[in-house]
């Protein structure tokens, strides 16, 4: 992904491997794309890939958020073995698509992407208050729910997006039934929301934000978060990890959070890394199969 973005150096390598459960490494500028064109930006993913492999991140979970991106996705995951790939449409683009009468059609298309092998995860799906009003919100739910039914139907995890929509998104959980994998992304509530996802069984993937110096509920949730419970992610580009926020992220400063994790948790790196790359598995599978 080219930008012109400062770019953090390249951080120590882990002293075991661990995956990225959630970064975007397409074209800033990716449009429109279909399976079977050349793929853009396939040079700048795979030096990220690369930069990544360096320092020990041996994987990642490349994430769509509309149809192009999750079409853009399947190809990477398909050329590239430390990619997997999560399809899904944004919360915040359900509304349009709804108003444009073309929600169900889009669902039908990640339906279909669905079937392919290395398509493991239907997300990042789920509520937005902050950016979508309650004008978008019926829409919000329509996707969410079509995207559960996906998951649940072709036997994927569910990678959740959850802006400012704690207890929306548990109660529409508890209503549709959430599926047996289900991930929350880039987790931003408190350690009271942590045990109540935790006891509901899902999986909490934490960023960089975990090592933001605004963020000690955060790190609390972290702390009461079972080790076998925990993932962790970039969101690359974005919520680079202190101290480089600012900078362009990318799938190697896992390495930067899963390091502040470890001292969170006064744990060491090695074994936590070990965990996580075995929760990762049981979510989504391994990478070379």
Known sequence: MSSSVE????PEP???TVVDDHTHLEPRDLVDFSLGDELPGLDDAVADLDDATATGVAGVVQVGTDLATSRWSVALAETDPRVLAAIAIHPNDA????????????LAELDALAARDRVRAIGETGLDFFRTGADGLAAQIASFEG??????????ALQIHDR????????LLARVGAPERTVLHCFSGDADFARRAVDAGWY??????VTFGNAPALREALAITPCDRILLETDAPYLTPHPFRGRRNAPAMAAVTLRRMAQELDEDPAVLAA????NTEAVY???GS
């Open 275 to 278: 965990q996580i790359t075995a």
């Open 95 to 106: 509304p349009a698509l709804a108003e444009a009468g073309r929600l169900d059609d889009a």
């Open 14 to 16: 882990l002293p075991a």
């Open 285 to 287: 599978g391994a990478w």
């Open 204 to 209: 909490l993937s934490f960023a960089g934000t």
């Open 164 to 171: 400012d929509a704690h207890e929306a998104v548990e109660a």
């Open 147 to 156: 995207h559960i039914d996906i998951a649940k139907r072709r036997g994927l």
């Open 7 to 10: 770019r953090p150096p390249l």
